[in-house]
């Protein structure tokens, strides 16, 4: 077993047998430890792969970590330790790819997981996401002129805009109110006669009511439709 066999299971992708290889390879030495804990890190990626727990440039680092120390601990085993694997182990036909007839060249593996490894941080660091055009939602109190309400149980009213003031009729009573403002989908009334003020709130479908003893807004109707 040569170099260039282990080289072939890391670009396959097959980093598993290639750990489980180079264990074998490094009995009796520091660089085993090394790889019980490569082997450690890898089930751990495995893992969380599996379970989709982690975001995929995450994953992808994390990958690319492990590769690059499989490799560093590749080029520090000894050519007569690969021999020595090589006469205790069954041959395993390596997969046929165009590069497998190349001689081995770490410099330009490393060149390889170099890219990898910038282009996973650009994409999830520096990669501008799509400028999302942000709209200024519309007031819905624009050009409203009529607006009925209830009180849960039936229609029981309504106010209609008509020569600048408000006419509020439920059956029982008329009134009159002026407009204050109009702001934030609210169109807030006023009735000094009686120093009570109403707010129209179309966002929240309300009509409340508060006077100048009781700031408290109190909930009067349920808005069913306005135009």
Excluded: C
């Excluded at 624009?142 to 003031?165: A, L, Q, R």
Aim: charge should be negative; aromatic fraction near 8%.
């Amino acid at each position: 077993m040569d170099r260039n066999y282990i080289v072939e299971l890391i670009k396959d992708s097959r980093l598993q047998e290639a750990i489980k290889a180079l264990e074998k390879a490094t009995q009796g030495s520091h660089l085993h430890n090394d790889l019980i804990s490569l082997s450690a890190r890898y089930a751990e990626y495995t893992r969380l792969n599996r379970n989709a727990t982690e975001d995929f440039q995450t994953l992808e680092m994390q990958r690319a970590k492990i590769t690059n120390s499989l490799l560093s601990i590749l080029d520090e085993v000894s050519s007569e330790d690969l021999e020595t694997l090589r006469h205790n182990t069954a041959p395993t036909t390596p997969s046929v790819s165009t590069l497998s007839t190349l001689p081995f060249n770490r410099n330009f593996l490393y060149g390889i997981i170099g890219v990898l490894v910038l282009g996973i941080i650009y994409f999830a660091f520096f990669r501008t996401a799509p400028e999302t055009v942000v709209t200024e939602q519309q007031d819905l109190t624009i050009n409203i002129h009529k607006i009925e309400y209830s009180d849960g149980n039936g229609d029981i009213g309504h106010f209609i805009y008509e020569d600048e003031v408000w006419h509020e009729n439920n059956g029982d009573n008329k009134m009159t109110f002026k407009e204050i403002n109009r702001e934030n989908n609210v169109i807030f009334l006023r009735d000094d006669s009686r120093n009570m003020n109403i707010e129209l709130d179309l966002g929240d479908s309300e009509i409340r009511m508060h006077t100048d003893k009781d700031s408290t807004s109190q909930l009067l109707y349920h808005i069913k439709h306005f135009e």
